[in-house]
């Protein structure tokens, strides 16, 4: 399942499938992306990170997407457990600013 | 260990009304943020604080002050509280500015 975090903000995917979430960002200055997942009643949790020297980190079963021409983040989650259910954020940093901008979130419902 | 620390979790008060929420951080950070998350998980900075210094300052009211006594805290103070003012405060710290922020566990906050 694919969806762009401006226009679907939902996304329903079924376990053990892969899952990609999108997201634009706005300042090309931005040299530091981060993914955040944030569960129903908690606060954001650090996924991965991403500087602008490189177009793609791994985590564990996690794959950030970096491409700058566009403006462009992704998330891949591999393999999609229950437990991946939540609300998914990106967030960029730079260009002089001093603070994390945050996308609008795209919601991930993991279907048994 | 909690790392970043808010109370209360939930404050449910009345138009006009003063309060306070607090936030400790165990992580040695030298920077420490407040973030409000309106209905629609809209994440969006308030203020930062690094070393106790004020750093960013967003458009708020001046009903909300923020006051960090030390390093590890960064209180919110809220003055005349109104209707609009309801929403999820998070609390964040960070090493510094360019790096990954740590949350809280939020705090709901309702006025009625």
């Known amino acids: 399942g694919e969806s762009v975090g401006l226009h679907l903000p939902t996304l329903s995917v079924q376990e053990g499938d892969n899952s990609i979430i999108n997201c634009a960002y706005s300042n090309s200055a931005s040299d530091y992306f981060i993914w955040y997942k944030q569960e129903s009643g908690k606060g954001p949790q650090f996924i991965i990170d991403?500087?602008?020297?490189?177009d793609k980190r791994q985590g564990q079963r996690v794959t950030v997407l970096l491409n700058k021409t566009v403006k462009h983040l992704s998330l891949q989650i591999a393999a999609t457990q229950p437990g991946d259910s939540a609300v998914y954020f990106c967030?960029?940093?730079?260009?002089?600013?001093?603070?994390?901008?945050f996308g609008q979130g795209t919601r991930l419902t993991i279907n048994p | 260990d909690t790392a970043v620390s808010q109370t209360p979790k939930y404050l449910v008060t009345q138009m006009g009304n003063d309060k306070s929420i607090k936030c400790e951080q165990n992580l040695g950070h030298d920077t420490m943020y407040w973030y409000k998350q309106d209905s629609k998980k809209f994440l969006k900075i308030m203020f930062s604080?690094?070393?106790?210094?004020?750093?960013i300052n967003e458009t708020v009211p001046n009903r909300f002050s923020p006051k960090s006594p030390d390093k590890a805290h960064l209180n919110l103070h809220i003055n005349s509280l109104e209707l609009g003012d309801s929403a999820v405060y998070f609390c964040?710290?960070?090493?510094?500015?360019?790096?990954?922020?740590?949350f809280g566990p939020g705090t709901r906050l309702t006025v009625t």
């Open positions: 964040a710290s960070s090493p510094d500015h360019g790096s990954e922020q740590y």
């Open positions: 991403i500087r602008s020297n490189m």
């Open positions: 967030a960029e940093l730079g260009g002089g600013a001093q603070k994390l901008v």
């Open positions: 604080y690094n070393n106790k210094e004020l750093i």
